[in-house]
C-alpha cells in the first residue's frame, strides 16, 4: 500500500493570499501547501481522500491518470470544490468514480453540487459519479475501510482507515471510541493546524499528545497553516513524527 499526500494545506492553501509572512514568502517549496487531500493505492486500486480546490493541479503534479473511489471527509469548501475535476478521470477510466461519505457529506454535496446529481442532462459533460453512504466499516472491492468519527470543533467528521493506516485531517479531539479503532498503526496522517489553539482544529502540541498515547510507528502531520516553517520546524516533533510536503510518497 502507499499513500501520496497530495496537498498538505489548511482551507487558504500556503502561501496565504496578500500574506507576507516569513512562510508565505519562503523559497522552500515545501512551505507550498495545496489543498489537503491524499491518494492510496491498495491493491491496485486508487482511493482518493477528498476532492480538494486543488484537485487538478495535484493529479498534473503528481501523474494521477486514475481514481476508482473518492472517501470524503466532510463537506468542507476545502475538502470538495475539486469534484468536477473527477470527469477527466470518468473519460480515461470510460467509467463512473464511487463516492463514499456519512449520510451529512452526501446530503451537502448533492445539495451544492445539484448539476452532477439531477437526471436533467443538459449539453455540457457533468462528473459521472456513484454516492453510498457510510455507516460503519465497508469494502471496495477487497479491501476494507474502517470510517472513524472524529470531532472538527462542533461537527463530527470521518477519518479513515485501511489496514494500518489511518487518515484523519480536519479534527479539533478524538473521542475514546474512536481512539480504540487507532491502536497498532504503521501509518498516521494527523490534521495539525498550528501552534495557537484552534476552535476546530488541533495544535501541533495537541497531535503529539494523540501520538504518544497511540504510538504509531510513523505520524505524518497535515492540514498545515502559514505557521509551519518547513524545515526549520522539523526539529520541534519527536523522532516518529514530521510534517508533511506536497507530494510526499509513503509505503506502508
Ligand atoms: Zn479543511
Ligand atoms: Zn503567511
Ligand atoms: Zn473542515
Known amino acids: 500500500m502507499k499513500l501520496i499526500i497530495l496537498g498538505c494545506g489548511t482551507s487558504t492553501g500556503v502561501p496565504v493570499i496578500g500574506c507576507t509572512c516569513r512562510v508565505c514568502t519562503s523559497a522552500n517549496p515545501r512551505n507550498n501547501r495545496t489543498r489537503s487531500s491524499a491518494l492510496i493505492e491498495v491493491n491496485g486500486r486508487n482511493i482518493l481522500i477528498d476532492t480538494s480546490t486543488d484537485l487538478?493541479?495535484?493529479?498534473?503534479?503528481?501523474?494521477?491518470?486514475?481514481v476508482d473511489s473518492v472517501l470524503f471527509t466532510h463537506p468542507?469548501?476545502?475538502?470538495?470544490?475539486?469534484?468536477?475535476?473527477?470527469?477527466?478521470?470518468?473519460?480515461l477510466q470510460k467509467g463512473p468514480v464511487s463516492c463514499f461519505g456519512s449520510?451529512?457529506?452526501?446530503?451537502?454535496?448533492?445539495?451544492?453540487?445539484?448539476?452532477i446529481f439531477s437526471d436533467e442532462r443538459g449539453e455540457s459533460i457533468t462528473p459521472?459519479?456513484?454516492?453510498?453512504?457510510?455507516?460503519?466499516?465497508?469494502?471496495?472491492?477487497?479491501?476494507?475501510?474502517?470510517p472513524v468519527e472524529v470531532s472538527h470543533g462542533r461537527s463530527s467528521v470521518l477519518g479513515f482507515r485501511i489496514g494500518s493506516l489511518a487518515y484523519i485531517t480536519d479534527c479539533s479531539d478524538i473521542p475514546p471510541v474512536s481512539m480504540e479503532k487507532l491502536h497498532g498503526l504503521d501509518l498516521l496522517v494527523l490534521g495539525a493546524l498550528?501552534?495557537?489553539?484552534?476552535?476546530?482544529?488541533?495544535?501541533?502540541?495537541?497531535?503529539?499528545?494523540?501520538?504518544?498515547?497511540?504510538?504509531?510507528?510513523?505520524?505524518?502531520l497535515t492540514h498545515l497553516g502559514h505557521d509551519i516553517d518547513y524545515p526549520r520546524d522539523n526539529p520541534k516533533l519527536p523522532a516518529s513524527m514530521e510534517f508533511a510536503y506536497d507530494g510526499l510518497c509513503a509505503d506502508v
Open 128 to 146: 459521472e459519479l456513484t454516492t453510498t453512504l457510510v455507516d460503519g466499516p465497508f469494502k471496495i472491492g477487497t479491501v476494507e475501510v474502517i
Open 194 to 220: 498550528r501552534y495557537k489553539k484552534h476552535p476546530t482544529h488541533m495544535t501541533v502540541e495537541q497531535a503529539i499528545k494523540v501520538v504518544e498515547t497511540l504510538k504509531p510507528r510513523r505520524t505524518i
Open 76 to 91: 468542507h469548501a476545502d475538502h470538495i470544490h475539486g469534484i468536477d475535476e473527477l470527469r477527466s478521470f470518468n473519460m
Open 56 to 66: 487538478r493541479a495535484q493529479a498534473l503534479s503528481t501523474g494521477i491518470t486514475r
Open 103 to 115: 449520510a451529512d457529506t452526501i446530503a451537502r454535496i448533492t445539495l451544492l453540487f445539484e448539476y
